[in-house]
């Protein structure tokens, strides 16, 4: 058994699409980002990583590099999938968090899930989304930006 943690934040840009969980959400901002700035996938995919001891996805997929340009964060998800059954792991589950104020994401989770599940190729029920606010504080309650932590279990 291993266990990862993953954590990402990006702060929030005018001119871009929301992309949480690979769904796009109506929000009048979107995140910054080198990819499509997916804070919840990137989280999901350094956990995984973590938990295969691959280090973390700047190094599998660096900012400086054009062609992850814009790119889906479920693409990317779908090569980390690979690297880790290359390792022999399988999922057994993952539990992540989106730590925001706004916009409240409830309606989506259930295909966020649905998208996880398909890139990673495991069940829905395998999958725990969660959402939180800060109550106003930090950053994400000023709403600059969002955080997301996810915690996976691999065997």
Known sequence: MRVGLGYDVHAFQRGRKLVLGG???DHPLGLAGHSDA???V???????????GLGDIGIHFPD???KYKDISSLALLDEVR?????????IINLDSILIMQNPKVSPYIGEMKKNLAGTLKIDEADINIKATTTEGLGFCGREEGIAA???????
Do not use: R, W, Y
């Open 64 to 66: 400086s590099d054009m």
């Open 149 to 155: 932590e996810c915690i996976v279990m691999l065997k």
């Open 23 to 25: 769904v796009k959400i």
């Open 38 to 40: 997916d804070v919840l």
């Open 82 to 90: 690979k690297k880790m059954e290359e390792k022999g792991f399988n």
């Open 42 to 52: 990137h989280a999901v995919m350094d956990a995984i990583l973590g938990a295969c």
